[in-house]
């Protein structure tokens, strides 16, 4: 039997209370030794007659913890007196740190508990709550390589710091009234509030209607109360775009339907953005016109300070950005940015080094990977070389893989402008420099003119490693499954390896190896960016002709204009060819009057499903071609079923049995591939899979057809894949040849 040796633990295992976990066991079960961080492992010398009991304890680890792997190795010397926390030293990068998670219940007990050391205190935290990554500079996780470093600890929590009895028995995070971060409010001049409690003097502006910025763990959130939405949506200039709320507990079955997993989620560490669907579909319109409505509980410590002194049963929680823009983070910065949509200014003094937005999911399935989920690691084999994904344009964020391990950064937005690529950059350097990646292959999408795809350029030519495009739902299907699948790709728009866009695809094979075996049918998009902002660009695309034309003229279309389009359409200019399945449903909502002007990501698609969630859906006849040696499904005759309906059939009707006849149709071709292919298993992705009626319907018509229907849990179904699938399909790739 074992009585001594050197452990090596890798994994997450550090930020997560580790340490003191290893000193506590070692108490228990009489070892002697000695814990430190190397690098970003674990190293225990342990001695003791009960060292295999100490090593079984070991490998269970803490309840943020992941670990990986336990070596033990030989031991020299003799053991010291007692077991030690020693200070950490640099060593091999080949775990990671947790993402920040929600406040832990024996620290909401703290600030609540009159008396106590941490009461009303809005940073308190534990071994098992609060920041890592937003703080994080560098590995080993102690102190001094975060932004808690500008903090030095008085002596009562130095004291609970040093005692194993405690749980903050090393918590970099330790702080209380007297030596940590503080909260400040201020006006839009810059002025200090005079005020003794600035989380009570807050949530009475806010319930008296102000609109408040709040610098929470990872960045700027926009607060206010119901009554305020409106004025808050006019500020921002999102006068259509839904809001999220931060709701006290006891208050979140009064707004939304709240199933068991539902509710799991929003309870648990993470604490995402949860979309759900409301108690009455007409609430809420000022914040959400949609049936949905996405909630979220308090997550630090101030938020539960603030809903605490609240009048109100929740406030409006919006990030403080511009859409697909990097998350504000410095007071500074938000102070002149945000002066004219806000009244109020509460922040605090401790440095957010890595912004992170709220993690948003639907049904179980992930929207925004970001707090709480990210930054993510996953277990994968792509072989021996260090690779980036880049992402692609829109919802983006990075994928590195390195020695085994996929790191997927938290969102970083839309790279179409500088900010938000210079933010990309910034999470480049950010986890390449947490992992120690060294670069040899850089994959992109296969657009040649994003600026993601531009800088994996440059950034190879720096680092001399190879470059590898991936297409981009391509890149959806190798995130969603390594086996031998036929893949359902239904998203907005990708550049196709045709040269046209791509978004209602079949594929067959295995990743890196996929044919395109069918799709929607390919329709013009006249002015091409036009057609998504103004959807009935895209309908007239779909169905050009008489009938369309009347029906824009009676919606103030002027024949000059109809006339334009019309000709675009002849003449192909600027019209570029598209099978998106988001451009389809865009034009079924402009047909039916639902949304004309897209004014946010999404919003004629998810506005149509919020109409046909008040509807019956019927089967139509679908039309199916060949094209290429492809199948095709006609969304021409779908869209002129509808636009006939349209003289006898309720629009909630019409928009359900669209959906519903557009995800048959999908799932039809699916099968038949799968069939033919003699391939068992069917792997849908993409952005229009959120839908949860063409989603559910596309997934119970594959399996009635006897096949595996794979859905992602693990990364987004948009464009929050992409990196990661990037990366997949240039490991495999490299590993071939």
């Not at 074992?2 to 890798?10: D, H, L, M, R, S």
């Not at 989603?695 to 992409?722: Q, S, Y």
Request: charge should be negative; glycine fraction near 10%; hydrophobic fraction near 40%.
């Amino acid at each position: 039997m074992q009585n001594k040796g050197t452990i090596f633990v890798q994994g997450i295992v550090q930020g997560v209370g580790f340490r003191p976990f290893v000193y506590s066991a070692a108490h228990a079960y009489g070892i002697r030794g000695t814990v430190r961080n190397l690098g970003s492992q674990v190293e225990i010398h342990a001695f003791g007659e009960r060292f295999e009991e100490f090593l079984a304890a070991i490998r269970k680890g803490t309840p943020l913890s992941k670990i990986d792997s336990v070596v033990v190795g030989d031991i020299q010397g003799s053991p010291p007196d007692g077991f030690l926390i020693l200070e950490s030293t640099t060593g091999a990068l080949s775990g990671f740190i947790p993402a920040d998670v929600a406040l832990c219940d024996e620290c909401r007990a703290d600030i609540f508990t009159p008396g106590g050391r941490y009461e009303r205190y809005w940073a308190t935290s534990c071994v098992n709550c609060g920041p890592r990554y937003s703080i994080i500079e560098s590995l080993p996780y102690d102190r001094e390589r975060t932004t808690m470093e500008d903090f030095s600890t008085c002596p009562e929590c130095t004291r609970e710091y040093n005692d194993p009895g405690q749980r903050r028995h090393h918590a970099q995070t330790i702080a209380c009234g007297r030596c940590g971060p503080s909260l400040t409010l201020y006006d839009t001049t810059g002025s200090i509030l005079p005020c003794a409690d600035p989380v009570r003097e807050t949530a009475r502006l806010l319930d008296e209607g102000s609109i408040v910025a709040i610098r929470g763990i990872g960045g700027f959130h926009i607060a206010c109360i119901e009554a305020s939405a409106g004025e808050l949506k006019r500020r921002l200039g999102r006068t259509e775009q839904p809001l999220a709320v931060m709701v006290k507990e006891e208050h979140l079955d009064d707004i939304a339907h709240v199933s068991d997993a539902e509710r799991e989620c929003l309870t648990g560490p993470e604490h995402p953005i949860s979309v759900l669907v409301k108690k009455d579909p007409l609430a809420h319109a000022d914040i959400s016109n949609l049936h949905t409505i996405g909630c979220m509980l308090p997550y630090t410590g101030l938020h539960h300070l603030l809903l605490s002194c609240l009048h109100h049963p929740f406030l409006v929680m919006t990030s403080a950005n511009t859409p697909g823009y990097p998350m504000i983070t410095d007071t500074d910065h938000a102070m002149s940015q945000l002066k004219d949509d806000v009244d109020f200014f509460l922040t605090h003094d401790r440095v957010i080094r890595n912004r992170c937005d709220d993690s948003v999911v639907r049904d179980g399935y992930i929207i925004r990977l970001s707090r709480g989920l990210a930054p993510k690691r996953t277990r994968t084999d792509l072989g021996d070389d260090c690779i980036l994904g880049v992402g692609p344009e829109l919802n983006a964020n990075i994928t590195v893989y390195r020695n085994g391990f996929c790191f997927t950064s938290p969102h970083v937005g839309n790279v179409r402008n500088p900010a938000t690529l210079e933010y990309l950059k910034e999470t480049i350097r950010t986890i390449g420099g947490l992992v120690g990646a060294e670069y040899t292959v850089i994959a992109h999408d296969l657009h040649p003119q994003f600026l993601s795809t531009r800088y994996a350029q440059v950034l190879a030519e720096e680092c001399g490693a190879s470059l590898v495009p991936v297409q981009h739902h391509k890149a959806h299907i190798a995130a969603a499954t390594l086996k031998p699948c036929i893949g359902i790709a239904i998203d907005g728009v990708g550049y196709g390896d045709d040269g046209t866009v791509w978004g209602g695809e079949i594929f067959a094979g295995q990743a890196p190896e996929y044919d395109r075996v069918a799709h929607l049918e390919p329709v013009p998009m006249p002015g091409g960016d036009a057609a998504v902002r103004f959807p009935e660009r895209m309908l007239y695309g779909i169905l050009p002709g008489s009938e369309t034309a009347a029906l824009l003229r009676e919606r103030g279309w002027s024949d000059t204009m109809v006339g334009v389009v019309d000709r675009q359409i002849a003449r192909g200019v600027n019209t570029p060819l598209s099978s998106s399945t988001g451009r389809v449903l865009d034009a079924a909502s402009a047909l039916l009057g639902i949304c004309r002007e897209k004014t946010y990501d999404g919003e004629p698609a998810m506005k149509l499903e919020s109409v046909a969630s008040r509807g019956r859906a019927k089967p139509w006849e679908l039309v199916f071609t060949r094209e290429g040696g492809r199948e095709v499904l006609s969304t021409r005759a779908l869209m002129a079923e509808a636009q006939a309906r349209m003289t006898w059939e309720e629009i909630p009707e019409i928009a359900a049995s669209f959906q519903y006849n557009l995800a048959r149709g999908i799932a039809a071709m699916a099968i038949r591939a799968a069939q033919a292919e003699g391939i068992p298993t069917v792997a849908l992705s993409g952005g229009v899979a959120y839908n949860n009626a063409i989603r559910t319907a596309i997934a119970g018509e594959i399996t009635a057809a006897g096949l595996e229907c794979v859905i992602n849990k693990e990364f987004p179904l948009g464009d929050g894949c992409i990196s990661y699938g990037q990366c997949v399909w240039a490991g495999l790739l490299s590993r071939e040849r």
